[in-house]
């Protein structure tokens, strides 16, 4: 209600000063010219599309990147992607049914680049071009999938190629946005001059970022959607080496829907001071031996390890592809975790625990509304987060169809919440894995502070195993000795028994919000969890840089 | 070459004079002095010659720095809206070392373990380094990247011995050539006063032409202005500060005829600067001659079969041929070894080991002119004092009457070629300005060239001759190409396949017919020896042409420029283009709905 209220004072403040909605309108009206002249004139082709959308992308970005206390680069832009889904056959099977290969075929078209003026005919002249080539495009796989699907066994999974959703109809104006990047500049001009104090650093990094996405989409379904994904990201990266030649590294990064949400010079000032410091102890402490034996993953550790080793494999449309490993498939109503657990995805959560979360949206990019996904219920294996691509089971979506431009949406992750009702204060939880070495015979436990996810640097795909590289761990002695910084930690195992070894839970909440990268794109997403304790992981020592720390000094 | 003699010190003594005079004149908005870059790079290379080393492994004996600082303006539209518009800016700092010596070191060596593709976190080349720097911050990066460097050259240089220990290796060429000292400070030619918005409002006014003819379906005007100065300083008293200015403007349109067959026609300027450009009013005429061209093309007719006779290639198609098929051949390429042996070049060989040997007609001589600015007022791309290992350029004479005398080299030696005649750009061998010259006898008029043609065809009892106007321009059919066409568009895998986009049959009569839908067959580097005439009008065709080197390495593209009269061929072969074409558009344009 709070923010409800402060909404309104901001428009009642602003609408002075904006443009009318007409600039968006414009848009939208010369898409659904178009969107709905092609369903009309090729309504008699052979193969008539059933299903036409258009999205739109219109991106302003910008940023500033520093290294060292001197600007790296500084750029700002804007444009404006279109992306098509245009489907022919029908809701059963289509053109993009997965290939003989199994997979999904990739679409060919990358974004075509809108017109920048709000000129109509300029507008719907690149759309008109660019639906021509998807509509040959999907006519041409169509008839591949015809012709393959005559040929081939009957498929194992049967469920349709694409789910009927009720169409939804919503409109916010465009954000405007003014970044003073040149103040951000002398911001991390100040800030990151403490990188140079530190000459035993080999990269020091500070980047601000924004992305104010504004969305449109519309389908033949009657579907229209018109909304902001804002995006403001502060980013540090430091690096340097150990004597032995280990790399080693730490990030931290803040998340922001507006650029008053980021930290203030102050408590960047400290992060990164501590980042630097933490650095510093790593690059002196001693190597990790192979362990067995119990651990606590604190929140944000906890977060990144569910993102990677859950969240990934209940991405519906992976269960239509052989050559996924199907991990959850046959655990539907089955118990996958201690019944005090479940996992839920609330990309409708905005916040928790006042800081924000970057998986929050109103409506995915399929245009279906956002809702919340409780897949992990008291233990027990309840759902798949979907997008309109339907598997056995799950004929529908559950707003989960995610993208970025130039890419297919396909079922991903939004806020990931790990939540609990068997939690203690994280005090109980350290002692209650003192206890579990002491039954274990273990002379330490490990605490994991942060790990490198798959998720943290874009680009990569799903994990196999683990994907999941802790980085700053500490062995927490039975013996009451204070706690000790360990490096060159590697976690081994199988997610599923890493899973089961769950004991319980802290009451705090950690929370990590980055990009996912997988086959659709980046992805803004977030991941909750409170600290975890498991009665057994198991680590070994990881592979080092065989090059050494330069030579020479810093000059 | 008595300029050489001068005292050392009068020159310094000038160059200093120079050097301060344009430090204050253009250099204002950065905050670091040429000087005080150069600077930074000596000291550290100093330091690093002195006592970098790992004791287990060879000291480095040569180590280079290129520091390119770049300015780069983008930006494209599209019926009179912009669509795409960047600006850049970046400096790149490469570092190469060399351990062993001159005569075997760890180049010309090809490392296929992992870090081939995947690299580290560290980067030793292609480093992107602040923009705002200073004499501090600059000493850092070249830090880090030689410490790099080093261990990589170190690396490699075990790697080669070990492979050349199991092998009988008959190839004692040096890897590496040594060059003289040379010091060269080219500190001007900068542009401030760019105002790249009133580029943009140009675009758009240029692309807004294409609304008038709604038949071509796609297009697209393009701008670049690329603008770099490279600070070069070697471990062997080599320093340079020069200029590389690279301008552009590209305009290509699309259309569709009723049986699918694609057309389209382009228009390109490159100059160095933006204010060297056609102005424009000339630039908005050549798009309209451009649409003019592409609309009647839509009417014109094709070739029913292959034809295979006389083809008279005039201005930019006789360029364009030349710069594709010729003078790719006319760069040193050095075979490099790997763990599997040695790896050849497959492309552009056809002359490494023809020197001496006839490559042209008698009649026909050729010039590489790095030295040449300009060509009768019109601005040359591939001019350059000095090339990028800070060898001075020098112009050479290639061809002399048909006989291949030499090839373009840099510092990497071959057999025949064992110094660098200064043609490193980008990193390999590669051509800069040439000119094709030819005596008097065989220069003849458009008119007199035409009669020719006819007249062979009589002989060989052929209905028409062909004259072929405008091929395609590479560095569009790589970029804006792919884009914009209306289908998947495929380079062709059959070799010597050239696209043509403006063709003519010509009859007995001297009448010339628009053909549209043909390729030219079979053109090779051999085929030009059988040149009958030239033309006596050369064309200067500015371009932007890609690197000559080894398919294992990216190559970056690097504005060339060919000075190149029409040519008459005996015998060449042109046949319609022929493969599965997409429909045309289902639906009508937008630009042709008048309202709903």
Known sequence: MKRYIFSILIVLLFSGLRLSSQDEKAIINSLKKELFRFQEKLSKQQFPPYYISYQVFDVESGGVVNSFGKTLSKNSSKNRYLDIDLRVGDYQLDNTHRSERGGFSVSSYQSVRLPLNLDEVAIRTAVWNATEKAYKEATKQYQNVLSSKALKVREEDTSADFSRENPSVYFEKQNKVNVDLNKWEAILNRVSAKFRENKWLLEGRISFSYENTYKIFVNTEGTEIAQNEPKFRINIFVRTKAEDGMVLYLYKSFFGFTENELPTEDSINKSLEELISKLKKLKDAPLMETYTGPAILKGEASGVFFHEIFGHRVEGHRQKDPRSSQTFKSFLNQKVLPDFINVVFDPTLKEIGGTKLSGFYKFDDEGVPAQRVVSVDRGVFKNFIMSRSPVENFPKSNGHGRKNYGYRAVARQSNLIVESSKSVPFDSLRKMLIEECKRQGTEFGLLFESVEGGFTFTGRTIPNAFNVMPIVVYKVYVDGRPDELVRGVDLIGTPLTTFSNITATGNDLGVFNGVCGAESGGVPVSAVSPSILVSKIEVQKKDKSEEKPPVLPSP | ?596
Not at chain 2, 207 to 231: K, T
Not at chain 2, 239 to 253: N, R
Request: net charge neutral; hydrophobic share 40%.
């Open chain 2, 1 to 596: 070459m008595l300029k050489k003699e001068l005292s050392k010190t009068m020159k310094k003594i000038k160059l200093m004079l120079t050097i301060l005079f344009l430090f204050f004149g253009i250099y204002q908005t950065f905050a670091i002095t040429h000087s005080e870059i150069l600077r930074a790079m000596r000291d550290e290379l100093k330091r690093s010659m002195d006592s970098l080393y790992i004791e287990t492994l060879q000291k480095p004996y040569f180590i280079e720095y290129t520091l390119k600082i770049s300015n780069n303006y983008r930006a494209s539209a599209f019926l009179g809206s912009i669509v795409d518009s960047s600006q850049v800016k970046k400096a790149t700092l490469n570092v190469k070392v060399r351990v062993g010596d001159y005569k075997l070191d760890n180049s010309n060596f090809l490392d296929f373990s992992l870090s081939f593709f995947f690299g580290g976190i560290e980067e030793g080349s292609s480093r992107s380094i602040p923009i705002d720097l200073d004499y501090y911050a600059l000493r850092r990066e070249l830090w880090l990247a030689t410490d790099y460097a080093y261990k990589n050259a170190a690396n490699t240089y075990s790697k080669k011995i070990a492979v050349l220990k199991n092998r009988i290796i008959k190839d004692t060429i040096p890897d590496f050539a040594f060059a003289k000292p040379y010091k060269y400070y080219d500190t001007s030619l900068v542009q401030t006063n760019f105002d790249f918005m009133q580029v943009c409002t140009m675009l758009e006014e240029l692309s807004d032409i294409f609304r008038n003819y709604p038949n071509i379906f796609n297009s697209m005007v393009s701008f670049e202005f690329l603008q770099d100065v490279v600070y070069y300083v070697n471990s062997e008293g080599t320093e340079y500060i020069k200029p590389k200015l690279f301008t552009g403007l590209e305009s290509a349109g699309f259309l569709q005829v009723a049986d699918g067959l694609p057309l389209n026609n382009f228009y390109s300027a490159y100059s160095t600067i933006p204010s060297k450009l056609p102005s424009k009013d000339s630039l908005a005429k050549a798009i309209r001659i451009l649409c003019e061209n592409l609309t009647q093309m839509e009417k014109a007719s094709t070739l029913e079969d292959s034809y295979s006779g006389p083809i008279l290639f005039t201005g930019q198609a006789a360029g364009e041929l030349f710069a594709q098929v010729f003078a790719p051949n006319l760069v040193v390429q050095r075979s490099v070894l790997s763990d599997q042996g040695n790896q050849q070049f497959s492309r552009y060989t056809a002359f490494q080991t023809k020197i001496g040997g006839r490559v042209l007609p008698e009649f026909l001589s050729l010039n590489s002119l790095p030295l040449a600015s300009e060509y009768e007022g019109v601005p040359l791309l591939g001019y350059f004092k000095v090339d990028d290992e800070g060898v001075p350029s020098q112009n050479l004479k290639l061809v002399d009457n048909g006989y291949l005398k030499t090839l373009l080299s840099s510092r990497t030696p071959i057999k025949r070629i064992l110094i660098s005649n200064g043609n490193n750009r980008e990193g390999s061998a590669m051509f800069g300005n040439l000119e094709l010259v030819s005596d008097k006898k065989h220069t003849k008029t458009y008119r007199e060239l035409k009669q020719k043609l006819i007249q062979l065809c009589k002989q060989r009892d052929l209905p028409f001759g062909i004259i072929v106007k405008k091929i395609m321009n590479q560095n569009i059919l790589s970029t804006v190409f792919p884009s914009l066409s209306p289908i998947e568009f495929k380079f062709s895998s059959e070799q010597n396949i050239i696209p043509i986009v403006e063709a003519y049959k010509v009859y007995s009569d001297g009448r010339e017919e628009l053909i549209r839908g043909v390729e030219l067959k079979g053109i090779s580097p051999q085929s030009f020896k059988d040149i009958l005439l030239v033309g006596n009008k050369p064309y200067v065709l500015n371009i932007l042409n890609q690197v000559i080197s080894s398919s294992f390495s990216f190559s970056g593209w690097v504005g060339v420029s060919l000075i190149v009269p029409d040519l008459l061929f005996e015998d060449a072969e042109l046949r319609p283009v022929e493969a599965d074409f997409p429909k045309p558009p289902y639906l009508e344009s937008p630009l042709l709905l008048k309202n709903d």
